[in-house]
């Protein structure tokens, strides 16, 4: 009995237990001063994920392929709040003198960078192997300020499978979530215009 | 010998020390198979009072299109839980409540889309 027990709790701390929650720590956010001239841009991000919200980005598995856990972004910072001061930095470096929508900005926007988190979230499929997988949607559009008139619209997709993984730990979380964001903000530094169009 | 008989005739003979465990749980391993043979037969049917077949049609189809739109590109990986969660939510705002029934399903309940071919197939065909 007591070796099973033995057994069962080696096997969780090396597997890194399917049970509670990961934390993911991302890289710094990306900085850029505001610069002197350019169009005033106002950046907004919505979540509008269904099944995830606020810092969760990805569920945790057990070998019957229930959800038994969650992955989260550290220090519990929303995924929204995050893209927000990476699109920020994003939009400065293409020429605009942004910031983020609220608080509101001192000087009133031109353009409002709207961005819909539609999907990101890192995953397990179960079979004779585990197979991790990610998947990130982002639409992302420029508004003009004042008449609310569409300017320029793209959807970025990016995803990610890291097949054969005999036991998930924790720094396959680690790396899955962050790759993920990176190569979203990456697909999003080359889809945002450095000019209005208009 | 009278009594002994009735003894005997009784419906529920007496039995030896832990024959009547013993039996219990051949009946509940019989009645365990016959739930997991019956239980394939059972499959997730959409329920909606007062609703047509055309009409889940017609729901059906723009939910798919709708769940689809929030998720471009390929249909496959992580994408097709996605969708799929997408438009079992866009069918329940509807109205419509999942459920397993056995075949034949009661009057009023439609299949849905339940497959990754199934949905890889609506996702790419026009209302």
Redesign the interface.
């Known amino acids: 009995m007591g070796r099973l027990l033995l057994v069962v709790m080696v096997s969780l701390a090396v597997g890194g237990c399917a049970l509670g929650t990961n934390h993911v720590v991302l890289p710094a956010a990306l900085t850029q001063e505001m610069p002197a001239t350019g169009d005033l841009l106002a950046v907004r991000v919505k979540d509008s994920r269904t099944d995830l919200s606020g810092a969760q980005v990805g569920f945790k598995r057990n070998g019957w392929g229930a959800k038994t856990g969650s992955v989260e972004l550290a220090n519990n910072e929303s995924l929204a709040h995050r893209l927000g001061l990476d699109l920020l930095a994003i939009s400065r470096v293409k020429g605009f003198r942004a910031s983020m929508s609220e608080p509101a900005p001192l000087e009133p926007a031109e353009v409002i960078l709207d961005t819909d988190i539609s999907t990101f979230l890192v995953d397990a499929k179960i079979g004779w192997t585990i197979t991790l997988e990610s998947l990130a949607v982002v639409k992302v559009a420029m508004v003009d300020a004042r008449t609310r008139q569409p300017l320029w619209s793209d959807v970025v997709r990016v995803d990610g499978r890291k097949p054969d993984v005999y036991v998930v730990v924790a720094s396959d979380y680690q790396q899955m979530v962050e790759d993920l964001y990176a190569r979203l903000v990456s697909a999003l530094r080359a889809a945002v215009p450095a000019v209005v169009p208009r | 010998m009278l009594d002994s008989y009735r003894r005997s005739a009784r419906p529920f003979p007496r039995l030896y020390p832990g024959e009547a465990m013993r039996r219990s749980g051949r009946v509940l391993l019989l009645a365990a198979i016959l739930a997991a043979a019956l239980g394939g037969c059972a499959r997730y049917y959409w329920m909606k009072a007062g609703s047509t077949a055309e009409q889940f049609d017609r729901d059906s189809r723009e939910c798919v299109l709708e769940a689809k739109s ?4 390929p249909v496959s ?3 097709v ?2 969708i799929d ?2 438009y079992r ?1 866009c069918l329940a705002g509807r109205g419509y409540v999942r459920e397993k029934q056995f075949d034949p399903p009661a009057a009023g309940s439609y299949r849905g889309i339940e497959s990754e071919e199934e949905l890889a197939a609506s996702a790419v065909s026009k209302p």
């Open positions: 929030t998720v471009p590109g990986g992580l994408a839980d996605v969660q997408r939510t």
